[in-house]
């Protein structure tokens, strides 16, 4: 059984690009949350996806995007990188939009660095 | 807001006992603790719901006061796989998003 997966898992961009990144959830899973974890820190939630819907968002710019397609499946995507955006950026997946006793499961991310 | 985790790092020798608090200024509906070990996704440990009781599995075992909105994570004759940076995620109602506070460096050493 296929857990969390991320792709890809290293990205270097310049300042001003945009990037996509790809998360498939775990089977069973219909539910998908990202997260950007800064270097020593706590992950931060960006938003959540549940039947192909935004349905929460964290305290993040409208630069940060997302889309969750009929197969569960994500992508985030960043525009106008900042050096800010140099974070490990984790997919979380779970089962049913507050279900009680939902674990999230996390991918192994991927690392961005924005120079 | 962000719960706030104490102590921010702790060191152990194999077969202490640690806890680690974590601290929310906002009602709670449920606590989430996870583990991350360098370079690894962050693993599920256990989820503690507002009214339930203490939960726990093998050593790891944690609780929930509600009066003070903080949860305890209690491990006991830690082992060296016990290592990593626990989490805390706090959800204050049922669906919400978890935020996590900033984390408990733990190191166990021989």
């Known amino acids: 059984d296929a857990g969390v997966t991320q792709s890809p898992t290293h990205l270097i961009k310049t300042r001003g690009q945009q990037v996509t990144l790809r998360c498939s959830p775990k089977?069973?899973?219909?539910?998908v949350s990202w997260y950007q974890q800064a270097l020593g820190q706590g992950p931060q939630f960006i938003f959540q996806y549940y039947e192909e819907e935004e349905r929460q968002r964290g305290n993040f710019p409208d630069r940060f995007s997302g889309h969750q397609f009929p197969n569960y499946s994500s992508e985030l995507n960043v525009n106008a990188l900042l050096l800010g955006d140099s974070a490990l950026y984790l997919c979380?997946?779970?089962f049913g939009q507050g279900v009680l006793n939902s674990p999230l499961h996390f991918g192994n991310g991927t690392r961005l660095t924005v120079t | 807001q962000q719960p706030v985790q104490s102590p921010q790092a702790v060191i152990l020798r194999e077969g202490e006992d640690a806890v680690i608090n974590c601290s929310s200024s906002k009602a709670l509906y449920s606590v989430h603790w996870y583990r991350q070990k360098h370079g690894e996704a962050p693993i599920f440990l256990m989820i503690l719901l507002k009214g339930g009781e203490q939960k726990g599995h093998d050593k790891i075992s944690a609780s929930f006061n509600e009066k003070k909105q903080q949860s305890s994570l209690y491990l006991t004759a830690s082992q060296l796989s016990y290592s990593g940076t626990y989490f805390c995620?706090?959800?204050?109602?049922?669906?919400?998003?978890?935020?996590f506070g900033g984390g408990t460096r733990l190191m166990v050493k021989p």
């Open positions: 089977s069973g899973h219909d539910t």
């Open positions: 979380a997946s779970s």
């Open positions: 995620g706090t959800e204050w109602m049922a669906g919400n998003m978890l935020t």
